[in-house]
C-alpha cells in the first residue's frame, strides 16, 4: 500500500477546501481523506490539518501521482490560496 501524506501547518479554511476535496476525488486509483489534527502525544501538533491519497499497490501509485487529475489537485491548491503543505510518499 503506498500514501500520499499532506500535512498543513495551518488548518485550511473550510469552504476553500471543500471545493478542493472535489477536485482530489477524481484522482485514479486513490481513496482521498483528510480531517483536522487533533493533538499529539508531547505537547502541541506541529501541524493543523492533514490529508492523505491511499493507492493500493505501487503501480496505482505511480500511475495516479503521473495522472493529470493529481497534478490539478496540486494546481488547485495555488489557485484557491490554501496553505502550502509538507508533502511526504509513504509505502506501507
Known sequence: MYRVVILYD???DPDAYAGHVEVCEKVPNAVFRHGKVTG???GEP???YYAEFEFADKDSFKSGVRSDEFMAAGKDVQDR?????????VEL
Open 40 to 42: 499529539s502525544p508531547m
Open 46 to 48: 506541529a501541524h493543523a
Open 81 to 89: 490560496g490554501l496553505p502550502q503543505p509538507t508533502i511526504e510518499f
Open 10 to 12: 495551518q488548518a485550511p
